[in-house]
């Protein structure tokens, strides 16, 4: 009976040991955000920069605030 419970308890702590610990492993998805890293050119500087950082004006893409002034 006890060579039973023991062999019972070394399968139930293999079971957990790799099987339970492999969700947590699974690397997180990226965003949809960080997929799309799309980089484009400033219109004035030449600077390239994301698409979500940009500065856009009648269609034109602006790396900062003073560039798109100028």
Same mark, same amino acid.
């Given at each position: 009976?006890? $060579?039973?419970?023991?062999?019972?308890?070394?399968?139930?702590?293999?079971?957990?040991?790799?099987i339970? $610990? &492999?969700?947590?492993? $699974?690397?997180? &998805?990226?965003?949809?955000?960080?997929? =799309? =890293?799309?980089?484009?050119e400033?219109?004035?500087?030449?600077?390239?920069?994301?698409? =979500?950082?940009?500065?856009? &004006?009648?269609?034109?893409?602006?790396?900062?605030q003073?560039?798109?002034?100028?």
């Amino acid at each position: 009976m006890l $060579k039973w419970l023991l062999v019972i308890a070394v399968v139930v702590g293999i079971y957990y040991f790799f099987i339970k $610990k &492999k969700p947590m492993l $699974k690397a997180e &998805k990226p965003t949809k955000k960080e997929q =799309s =890293s799309e980089l484009v050119e400033c219109t004035v500087c030449g600077t390239f920069c994301s698409v =979500s950082e940009a500065f856009i &004006k009648e269609r034109r893409y602006y790396c900062s605030q003073e560039c798109l002034d100028a």
